[in-house]
Each structure stands twice: as C-alpha cells, then as structure tokens.
C-alpha cells in the first residue's frame, strides 16, 4: 500500500500543477467549407448529399495472423493464430467505443470491448471495459504486433500473455513541456492467461462472482519522452501493477493476510529516426525488465514462502529498406515458483514489407534451460495481412 | 502514513496552478510552410512552431511524444488536409487531450477547405496503392494555392480571435499582395519549363507540374507508396525514351540512388524538389520552397 501511496502523492503534485478547469461543452459543429467540394465531381459545388443509413458505421478492419513452424520439441505445424475484426467509432461528442473480436483455433472472443472518453477536463482520459492494461510496452501489444513472432517467455509468463483485463484506468496528460503520461487503473487482474490472480480454489469456490477490495489489481504507470537532436529518442517507462491480497495461492485459501503481489516493469525504447529518408530507415531498440514478488505455494500446496523473479527482453528492429526489416531479440526469465530456475531464449527475425497493411517474417530462435535440456530450435514463417480502417495509433509508432 | 508520505500528499493536494494567460495564441502547424504563412498572416499576435522539419516525407513524420504538449497547449493547428498529415496527426491529436483543436472545432483550421482537388480517385482500393481517397493533397507546391491557403488561415486565427480579425484580413492581403508580385516575376522566370516532360518519384507533384506546364508521364514508384520493382523501372525508361521526358523530380525524402539510375539510363536530368518548406537551407519559408523548386528546376533544364 505504501507503495501505491507514493505513486499517488507524486501523481497529485505534477496533476495539481497544471489543474485548469476549462471544460465546456463542445461547440457546435464549426462548418468551415462555403463552397464544400463533392468527392465524385470537384467541379460539382452545389450537390447535396442523399441519405445514407452506413454514413455513422463504425470503422472497421480485419486482421490475419498466422504461422507454420517447425521446433525441435514439437515438430511442425501451420498455427492459424487468429482472425481478428476491429471496430471503432464515435458514440457521441464524448466517447469513442472500440472493440476488437478475436477468432483462433479455440473459437470466438472478445478480446477488447471498451469505452474511452473524449473531452474529459484536466487532460484526463478514462477507458472502461475491457482493453489491455496500460502496464509496460509490449504486453499491451496485440500478437501480430510483436516484434517476435510468439510472445516471449517474460511477457507469457509474468505478465501473463497479453495484459488483457477487465476494469478502468484513468490516463492523464501533464502539463509539462515534456511528455509525461500517467496511468492508474484498477482491474480484476492483469494478464489474459494469468490463472494466479483468479482468486478461486479453482473447484468453483473462493471469490468467483465478485472479490474484495484488495483483491483487485492496481496498476500506477509513469511514461515520458527524452529527445536526443532530431533524429534520435529515448521512451522510458515505469509500471506498477499491485494485488493487495492473494486470498487463493495455487488454488489454495492462503492463511497469509499479506499475501500480496507486486509485478514491476520498466521499459526503455531507443529510436533512431532519421528525418530524410526515414520511409527506408529506421531503428528500434526495444527492452523491458520485470519483477515479480508474490507468495507461492509448494507442491504440496502447505507451504507459502515469497518469491522474487526476475525476467526482461531485449529486441533490435533495424528498417534498411522499405522491403526489408531484421533484428535479433533476447529473453531471460526466471521461473515464479523456483526463480533459481530460468529459460533463456535467442533469436533473429528478418520481416518482408510489401506495404505498410502485410509483413512476411522468418524467424530463427533456441529456447534453453539451465538444467541441460536439449535446447529447443525453432524456426517460423508468420504471415500478417490487413484489410479494412487504416488508423495509425499512437503506440504503434 | 509517515510524515514524509503526509506532506507529499498535502503538496499534491494543494499545489495549484494554472498556465499564464498569454496575450498570443499558439499555433501548432504542420508542416514549416504552413507555419511561415501562419506567421505572415498572425504577426505578432501569433506564436507558431511546426511539427515537420521539412525533410521528411509527410507520409512519414514520426509520431514524436515531444509533439504532444505542443497540442495539448496550442490554441489551433494549421494542416494541409485532405488526409495528407494521416500518419501522424489524428494519433497525435488523440493523446493530445486538447479538444478544441479536434476536427471541426474551431481551433482545427485546414487549409484545404476551399481547395479543390486535383486526382481524386475513381477506384478506392489498396490494389492501387497508399491512395488519398479525398484527392491529391499535395496542392502547397503550387503558388496560386498560397493565396487560398492565406484565406483559410486568416479565416482559422479569426475565430479562435474575432477581436483582431481587422489584422489577420490586412497581413493577409499584405501576403497575398507579395504572392501576386512574385508570381509575375515566375511567370517570366518558368517560361522555358511549360511543354517539358517529367516523372517525379511519388505522385506528389502535380500541382506544380499544372502550374508549370509541365507533363508529368509517370512516377518512379509502382504505385503511390509502393517502392517500384525492376519491371516498372524498365517500363519507365521505355516511356521516358519514348515520350521524351527530360526532367526527374526528385524529392528529397526519398533515396537519390533510383533516381540517378533513371538519369543514367534516360538521359533526363535530377532535379531535387521540396513538398514542405525546411527541406533545403533556402526553402525555409513558403516563398523560399517554391523558389527553390523553380530554381533547381530550370537548373536542371538548362
């Protein structure tokens, strides 16, 4: 708690320095154009437009990710990972709704559903629903976005695959004259495979239908930007995400009333953009370091003892032409439960470009242990094509 | 809680402030010649900082977080429009929480508002490349647009400050009054370009090429954003020999090394062109880009 209070305390100071009270309701649509042109005929000044039930569909996009690999461990196969239909829109001058809806060989999900707000004062913004948690960089990542073509083990494993949860989180905007963003949230829990944070004895008891209070997951997050000149930029992040209690530890009713957990991340993006010729060139340095701290439960499920692990990635993408990208990529992590356990994967990935809407990656990988597996070789070709709404996001870039 | 947690707290729950009230109104534009002439037509009751340098392709301005507070604390920002600023602007504008320069609103001033577009397509689809579904909006590079594009600024600075709409109108026709004498001055100047023929690289050139005379037969690129491949560059070599092409409109965010192959093969000369004022040390304001480009053209004809 502690903790949460000094995320809070230096979150008041920087928001209360720039508080401005300066809401007002949205001024009615400014018609800038007198003379607007029509897109079928520019010449034509004076048509009007005839009504169209589809004019307020939402945007709408499709996205197909797939994969045929061959490992050492589990021979080949072509993994049809998913097909995934976005939509976006405006709901009114307030709120924008998104949802993105997956589909994978497991069936249909909603992957993201939420509601974000548009006009809030104070540059604030709140989501509600369910979206990936503001925690770290990558976890809030989709699949298909990753700079690997499987999830590494850091992200899977402490995170929990991607940081998919249900809740809200409130962002906001210092008034800086440096970017500086802040996050706080409060989730079910973080992490879309993440069974530790259920809060069941996984027998259909504990706290199925609802949890208490420090049950919940709470995530503070502090991200900004350092210039270096024009062509170069830092991103450093710092993220937090805190259960207060864990009342089940391995599906066992844990007697520790300080079972809490504490997952921390910090990310560091290094870019190099040049601004001449940057359609061909680009490079990204990507890293993320985790703790995890939280009680565990022996095999025998009768003795809870805390454990600390460590894990964090390291990628390069390096953009050499407008065809190409390549780069290799590290993951270190230790096991949650023995953390003097730990799984060390190395890899390369060169990516195919034929637009900006499909890439075409081959990826070269090894996943070792430290206690003389055959390491296990991996080799991935992963196709991911879009159609549909073309929005460049923010964090996409 | 510790007293060292107490008083943070209290500094955070106390702590007040609030941005000075300027007597100016800060303008974020997109790219550096729409800030020059944002800066002619405000004067001194504007402070106006571009996002782009210039020197990248607009298709490609980095997404930098550093715009971000620019945004947030602007009071208006000037773009092209006709989506020409899409891969950065919207996601930018999202993250910036400053709702009074989201589209439609008064502080969104968009220079195209009263433009009409050359290329607007016919077919929208991916199959033809990265298209500008709205039409081409590439229209800063021709002169007889500066006037328009004074037109909607001073339009844009007036609504966000009806008190000073006298001044904006005057600086303004102040502007358009120079822009008229230059233009004369060019008419005479480009006389020798009108019936030439050229490719550029992207298409991204044809409101110069109108205002010049000049027949544009193709673009190096296979389609618009699509890096050509050796049977299109083999095609166009045949075209540019064929229809006698003399010029290659070079801009100068894209690699120079296609281009110089061109010249080898054809025999047409490279002339290296701005879409953005900044590009070059001598095209830093709106005049001084389409100065350049003039320049650097007739160089290359000559």
């Known amino acids: 708690m502690r903790r949460l209070y000094y995320v809070l305390s230096v979150f008041l100071i920087l928001t209360s320095s720039g508080l401005r009270a300066q809401y007002n309701a949205p001024p009615a649509q400014v018609n800038a154009s007198a003379t607007p042109f029509s897109q079928t005929n520019p010449t034509d000044m004076g048509g009007r437009a005839t009504y169209n039930p589809s004019v307020t569909n939402p945007a709408m996009g499709l996205v197909l990710d797939s994969v045929a690999g061959h490992t050492s461990k589990n021979q080949a196969q072509f993994d049809f990972r ?84 249900d809740g809200v989180e409130v962002m906001h905007l210092f008034k800086t004259p440096f970017f500086l963003q802040g996050t706080l949230g409060a989730y079910n829990d973080i992490g879309a495979n993440n069974p530790r944070l ?155 470009f034929s637009s900006e809407f499909s890439r075409f990656r081959l990826q070269l990988s090894e996943v070792q242990d430290n206690h003389g597996h055959t390491p296990d070789d991996q080799v991935f070709l992963q196709w991911f094509l879009t159609i549909g709404s073309h929005v460049h996001v923010f964090k996409d870039r | 809680m510790n007293k060292f947690l107490r008083l943070t707290f209290s500094i955070g729950l106390f702590m007040l402030g609030a941005l000075p009230a300027g007597a100016v109104l800060r303008i974020v534009a997109t790219t550096p010649d729409l800030a020059d002439v944002t800066r002619r037509v405000g004067g001194d009751l504007v402070k106006v900082e571009s996002l782009a340098k210039g020197t990248e392709d607009i298709h490609a301005v980095p997404q930098r977080p550093s715009f971000v507070p620019k945004l947030n604390q602007a009071d208006g920002v000037v773009l092209l429009g006709l989506e020409a600023e899409h891969a950065f602007l919207p996601a930018l ?62 339009r844009g600075l007036s609504r966000l400050d009806p008190p000073h709409t ?53 673009t190096i690129e296979l389609k618009a954003g699509i890096p050509p491949t050796p049977r299109h560059l083999e095609e166009l070599v045949r075209k540019m020999k064929d229809e006698k092409a003399s010029l290659i409109l070079r801009e100068i965010q894209y690699s120079d090394d296609t281009s110089r192959w061109l010249s080898d093969q054809t025999g047409a000369k490279v002339a290296a062109v701005a879409t953005m004022g900044g590009a070059f040390p001598d095209s830093q304001t709106y005049f001084g880009m389409i100065e350049h480009n003039l320049r650097t053209i007739l160089e290359a004809l000559r």
């Open chain 1, 82 to 165: 998913s097909a995934e239909i976005n939509l976006s829109g405006a709901v009114d001058p307030f709120f924008n709704l998104y949802g993105v809806f997956n589909g994978t060989p497991n069936g249909v999900a909603v992957e993201e559903a939420f509601f974000m707000t548009t006009s809030l004062p104070w540059n604030l913004t709140v989501r509600g629903g369910r979206f990936f948690a503001n925690f770290g960089r990558l976890p809030h990542w989709h699949d298909h976005e990753l700079p690997f073509v499987y999830r590494v083990n850091s992200l899977d494993q402490f995170v929990g695959a991607e940081a998919q949860s």
């Open chain 2, 166 to 218: 006298g001044v904006y109108a005057a600086n303004r026709d102040r502007f358009k009054k120079e822009l008229a004498s230059k233009m004369e001055e060019w008419s005479r100047l480009t006389a020798p370009i009108r019936g030439k023929k050229a490719v550029s690289y992207h298409p991204d050139m044809s409101y110069l090429a109108e205002y010049l005379g000049l027949d544009l037969v193709g």
């Open chain 1, 198 to 352: 259920n809060q069941t004895d996984g027998n259909g008891g504990g706290h199925v239908n609802g949890r208490p209070l420090d049950a919940l997951t709470y995530l503070g997050r502090l991200f900004t930007y350092i210039p270096i000149g024009d062509d170069y930029g830092l991103d450093l992040g710092a993220s937090e995400a805190f259960t207060p209690r864990q009342y089940f530890v391995g599906g066992v009713r844990s007697p520790d009333p300080h079972a809490a957990r504490s997952l921390t991340g910090i990310d560091i993006t290094f870019r190099w953009l040049p601004l001449t010729e940057n359609v061909y060139r680009k490079l990204t340095w990507g890293t993320e370091i985790f703790r995890n701290d939280e009680v565990r439960a022996d095999p025998t499920a009768t003795v809870f003892n805390r454990k600390t692990a460590a894990a964090g990635y390291s990628y390069v993408d390096w953009r050499f032409s407008h065809w190409w990208s390549a780069g290799p990529f590290g993951d270190y992590t230790e096991n949650i439960d023995d953390p003097a356990s730990n799984t060390r994967t190395y890899g390369a990935v060169l990516n195919f």
């Open chain 2, 93 to 154: 504008l999202d993250v910036a929480q400053n709702p009074n320069i989201l589209r439609g609103r008064p502080g969104y001033i968009d220079c195209a508002e009263n433009i009409v577009p050359l290329e607007v397509p016919t077919v929208i689809s991916r199959a033809e490349g990265e298209q500008h579904p709205m039409g081409n909006p590439h229209y800063n590079t021709d002169p007889r647009k500066g006037s328009m594009i004074a037109d909607a600024i001073a």
